[in-house]
Each structure stands twice: as C-alpha cells, then as structure tokens.
C-alpha cells in the first residue's frame, strides 16, 4: 500500500515531468514518450480558443450561414496558432513572462495602462468562460442562473486549488477536461447531416454573403484570439524548466512549436465541429437562433437527448475549464505586471463579481457572452503588439528572434485581426 499523501503524490508528478523533459533535450527519451513531458503549455490555453464565447459566435455563424463563415474559424485559428507559438518562444527564451518583459522594459506609466486594459480583458474573458458553465448547470439541473454559477463557482475553486501541488496536476486535469469537450463536440456530428463538400468550400473558398456576416466573421476572430492565452503561455514556458544553453532553448523553442501546432488544431477541429453542428441542426428552419438555451431546447426534439445532453457536456466542460485557465491568467497578469500576488480566493472574487452582477441586474447570458467579446476586441491588440516587439528584438531574444518572413507573417495577422475586431466594435457601439 502506498502511505505517500496524495499533495505529495501530485508534488511528485511535477518533479519527474521536470526529469522528463530534462531526459528528452539530454537526448535518453525518443519517439511518443519524448514529447510527452512537453505536453501541457499549449494544452492549458487551447481551452481558451473553445470557451462559451466561441460557441455563441460559431453558433450564430452555423445557423445564420451554414457552412459559409468556416474560413473565418480557420483564419482565426491559424492567427492564433501563431501568435501562441510566439508567447511560447518569448518564455522559452527569456524565462520571462510576457508582462514580466513588459514591467521591466517599458515606462511606468505604459505598463500600469497595459494592465489596467489586461485585467479588464480578464474580467470580461472570465465573464464569458464563468457564464457559459452556469448556463450548462442550470439547463442540466432546471436551477436558476445565478445557482449555476454557484455550483460553477465551487467547481472552479476545486480545479485552482491544485496549483498548490506543482504545474503538473493542473495540466492533466485541464487536459481531460480539453479531451471531454474535443469528444463531446466532435460526437455531436453524428447526430446531423455533414456534406463534406459544402463544408470544404466554407473552409477554402472565403465569402461574406451580407453585412451582418461580416460582423459574425469578426465576431469568430474576436472570441478565438484571446489576450489572456498570450499573456500566460509564455509564463508556463517560462516557468516549466530552465536550459543549459543555447542548443537547448533551440530544443526547448521547437518542442513548444510542436505543441501548440497539435493543442491547437485539436481546438481548431472542435471550432469548426461547432459550426457544422450548428449548421446541420440549425441552418434549415432556425436561421435566427444565437441564444444556446434555446438551442439546447431545439436539440432535443430534433435530435434526441443524447445530442442534447453532449451540448451541454461540452458547454460545462468548456466554461470550467476556462473559467480556470482565465483565473490563472488573471494571477499572472497582476503579479508580473505590479508585482502584487492575491490569495486565490480573493483573486477568484474580483473576476467573478461582473458575472454575477450582469446576471443580477438581469441581462440575458448569452447578450453578456457577446457583449464581453466586444470588450475583448479592445484589449487584444495589447499583447500581440507587445510580442511582436520583445520577439522581434535581437537584445532580448539573440539567435530566437523572430525571422523577417515570421515578422511580417504576425504583423500581416495582427493588421487583419485589428481590422475584424474594429468592424465588431463599431456595429456593437453603443454597447
């Protein structure tokens, strides 16, 4: 019998993937086992390109467009995928965050702005991941909305409280919660009709048939590249283990990029199962449906309860999981920007108070998912400008920096999300 305590147990789980990864860049790991230990950054924040926020947007694309807006997701995600690899290679390298980069090189003044617009983002992004659990509970267990968050609330503190026992514990347990939403979304396909065809088009063929798909296509880029993921990858890299060198950063660099091209084709696969689904339940005969209440109480005449039940696993698994990751961005941020650490429940207070307040005053949770990607569309260009530049820097990141075919790559992307996300706040103002 083992007598080790479960912290202890978990501590440990920690230390050996540290061994691991120091196995497999001192070349004694190979093949599937070597990749393993490197597993877990991207994984972490890949939950935050499949949140609540994603699914309203994809939701409306489906049922509005049918399989017409899949460009957008694959354009969102291949930005994303981007500049995630970026955040990866900033804390790779330097050993930094990168609001810790920022606190140390910028003025005063630009970093007390910078975080001021980060923890509004946090707040906003929390809003979205927390109300999406909420309303998965409460369609589940026919409770009131504020009792659903509730419940999500406990649930989320359960998750955040295994920080406490090293990187490694939470990585696993945000990684099954990442499976339980890739399976359950991607299931959902079974239920409706999928012309393959039709969708191949909607992904290689780009049309904006309207106005308003504009602003759906915005709205896809809006909730898939999130500030927060930029903010907090390049801290888990930065953390995870120090190396011997420059061949290691190389290793350490693409063993990252590995990652995140997997972590995050995994979430581009479940976006594009979001709008599919939608489109094939959706499209003929519910083209105005955007609330996921009414949604999930559409699924069930049409499809059975299986399908109904797989869209609110999904949506539960989505906005827990996310709900943590934002936290934990939301303690990155203020602690490497002002150098001032909160304790965790009074962390987990501050982000999730606007969330019950909206739903106090009596806003529709699905109008507060929209409204808080429209705030988000304020703050993103915030840490995308500010990685290109510390990435770009041949003083902070030597041999690392990012090439011209790179830099233009990301600036190229940064310009059109700019763009997307202006069309999104101008058609949303006033709010």
Avoid at 49 to 62: E, F, H, K, S, V
Avoid at 254 to 274: D, F, Q, S
Avoid at 323 to 335: C, E, H, K, N
Avoid at 351 to 358: D, H, K, Q, R, V
């Amino acid at each position: 019998m083992n007598d080790t305590p479960v912290s202890e147990r978990e501590r440990n789980w920690s230390a050996r993937t540290a061994l691991q990864i120091r196995e497999a860049l001192d070349g004694r790991r190979r093949g599937v086992r070597m990749l393993l230990p490197f597993a877990g950054p991207a994984v972490v924040v890949s939950v935050a390109y499949m949140d609540p926020g994603n699914l309203a947007t994809n939701l409306q694309a489906g049922a509005g467009y049918g399989y017409a807006l899949l460009w957008a997701v694959l354009f969102a995600n291949l930005a994303a995928m981007l500049f995630q690899a970026v955040s990866a290679r900033v804390g790779v390298v330097t050993g930094m965050s990168l609001a810790t980069l920022c606190a140390r090189r910028l003025p005063k003044s630009v970093v007390f702005a910078m975080w001021i617009v980060s923890e509004i983002a946090a707040m906003a992004t929390d809003l979205a991941e927390f109300l999406g659990g909420a309303i998965g509970f409460s369609l589940l267990a026919h409770i009131p909305l504020l009792a659903g968050m509730a419940i999500t609330a406990v649930v989320t503190w359960a998750l955040l409280s295994l920080q406490r026992r090293g990187f490694r514990p939470l990585e696993l347990a945000i990684g099954a919660l990442v499976g339980l939403i890739a399976v359950a979304y991607i299931a959902q396909l079974i239920f409706v009709p999928v012309p393959w065809g039709a969708v191949m088009s909607g992904v290689f063929m780009p049309a904006v048939p309207d106005r308003t798909a504009l602003i759906v296509s915005a709205g896809i880029v809006g909730a898939t590249v999130m500030p927060h993921a930029l903010f907090l990858h390049s801290g888990l890299t930065g953390e995870r283990i120090r190396p011997r060198g420059e061949q290691e950063r190389g290793k350490l660099v693409r063993y990252a990029n590995t990652e995140v091209i997997i972590a995050l084709a995994v979430a581009g696969l479940v976006n594009m199962a979001m709008v599919i689904m939608a489109s094939g339940a959706f499209h003929d005969g519910h083209r105005n449906l955007t609330d996921i209440g009414e949604a999930y109480r559409t699924l069930t005449p049409l499809f059975g309860s299986m399908a109904a039940g797989l869209f609110l696993t999904s949506l539960m698994a989505s906005g827990i999981s996310s709900s943590v990751v934002g936290t934990m961005a939301g303690q990155m941020i203020m602690q490497d920007f002002l150098g001032i650490s909160l304790p965790l429940w009074l962390r987990r207070v501050v982000t999730m108070a606007p969330s019950f307040l909206i739903v106090a005053m009596g806003y529709g949770a699905t109008h507060a998912l929209v409204l808080s990607q429209v705030v988000l569309s304020f703050a993103v260009p915030v840490p995308m400008l500010a990685l290109i530049g510390f990435a770009s820097s041949r003083r902070i990141m030597g041999v690392h920096r990012l090439g011209v075919g790179m830099r233009a790559l990301a600036v190229a992307a940064f310009l059109i999300v700019l763009a997307m996300n202006a069309v999104l706040l101008a058609q949303s103002w006033p709010l």
